[in-house]
Nanobody, 121 residues
Framework: QVELVESGGGLVQAGGSLKLSCTASGTFFSINTMGWYRQGPGKQRELVATISSGGGTNYADSVKGRFAITRDNAKKMVYLQMNSLKTEDTGVYYC???????????????WGQGTQVTVSS
């Protein structure tokens, strides 16, 4: 079993910054893509950013230039640096990873429990 634990959420004023962290634990062979998703009030869950095992990144248009996703493979962690936050960035942020539990096994997908980010005006 793989467990994801997020941290770093909180309340911040518009224009401020927050950094989210997610740690993967458990027994597995490798981690492929890692990412962050969010779900705002009354909205569907949406992609924020992803990062591949090789470091390639992908961002939602709404966060390009403001957010940066990074990973530390040795620590099995993924981060989301959020700058110039806007009220519309408010929501629950979820960590998501694709894990290969054993060599030659197919990829399994896991979600964290979510961390609340609230941006006030």
């Amino acid at each position: 079993q793989v467990e994801l634990v997020e941290s770093g959420g909180g309340l911040v004023q518009a224009g401020g910054s927050l950094k989210l962290s997610c740690t993967a634990s458990g027994t597995f062979f490798s981690i492929n893509t890692m990412g962050w998703y969010r779900q705002g009030p009354g909205k569907q869950r949406e992609l924020v950013a992803t990062i591949s095992s090789g470091g390639g990144t992908n961002y939602a248009d709404s966060v390009k230039g403001r957010f940066a996703i990074t990973r530390d493979n040795a620590k099995k962690m993924v981060y989301l640096q959020m700058n110039s936050l806007k009220t519309e960035d408010t929501g629950v942020y979820y960590c998501n990873v694709d894990v290969v539990r054993r060599l030659f096994y197919p990829t399994d997908n896991y979600w964290g429990q979510g961390t609340q980010v609230t941006v006030s005006s």
